[in-house]
């Protein structure tokens, strides 16, 4: 379990990234992340994975490792893909066998011999993923990992990380895709303007609307309702 206790950021200039909110992730879930640019959902993941330092509270981790996929991560566009993976994972002790490997599962061992200025965005997506992969660690966090991907793509990792769940693993995911969220994840956080407005299950949620989308774009309007009557007043 990770135990989230008044967990806040302000920036040096000013700007809050993140208001004080509890939450607590059970092992073995799947949490997704939503909400608009700017909301808060990097700045959350940038305090979990250490990034940056919390104002207030703490992050109370079940367990030391993750491993994590950043957004847009840059990789040397003069090495091919199997060069970058290869050299990733000698920095993490992982055999060249085990790269292999998981260039194959994503689907990139076909073109791993190609620069990577050459791949496409998802291709870039599926090897950021892959490196991920490298440190088989028992929390996931992955921040917009299905961006750039076509939808065979985005359908495997649905299956990958369903998998990787049945296997016991915690998964902390960011997206803006909400049909990603109403088939796997198992808990939602939404938010807006550093606040964390909607702190659920998905099932619970889904008892009082068809989908994720339709909460969220609900919860919106209400907020853009009161926002015209403060301005009216």
Request: aromatic share 10%.
């Amino acid at each position: 379990m990770i135990q989230i206790k008044k967990l806040s950021k302000k920036y040096k200039t000013g700007n809050i990234g993140l208001h004080p909110f509890d939450f607590e992730i059970e092992k073995g879930s799947i949490v997704a992340l939503t909400g608009g640019n700017g909301a808060g959902k990097s700045t959350f993941i940038k305090l979990l994975t250490n990034i940056i330092r919390p104002t207030t509270g703490s992050i109370q981790w079940g367990v030391q490792r993750f491993s994590y996929m950043p957004d847009d991560m840059e990789f040397p566009t003069n090495l091919t893909g199997l060069e970058a993976i290869r050299l990733l994972g000698a920095l993490r002790n992982v055999e060249e066998e085990k790269c292999s490997r998981i260039l194959k599962q994503v689907g990139l061992y076909d073109v791993r011999n190609q620069k990577i200025e050459t791949f496409s965005k998802g291709m870039k997506q599926r090897l950021c993923f892959a490196q991920a992969l490298l440190s088989n660690e028992k929390v996931l966090i992955l921040d917009e990992p299905t961006n750039g991907l076509d939808p065979y793509w985005i359908k495997w990792m649905k299956t990958f990380l369903l998998e990787e769940k049945r296997k016991g693993k915690t998964i902390i995911f960011s997206t803006h895709n909400f049909s990603f969220v109403d088939d796997i994840a198992d808990e939602l956080l939404f938010f807006y303007e550093g606040h964390v407005l909607i702190q659920n299950k998905v099932n619970t949620l889904k008892l009082h609307s068809s989908s994720i989308e339709n909460t969220i774009v609900s919860k919106l309007e209400q907020l853009m309702q009161e926002k015209q009557k403060l301005n009216s007043n």
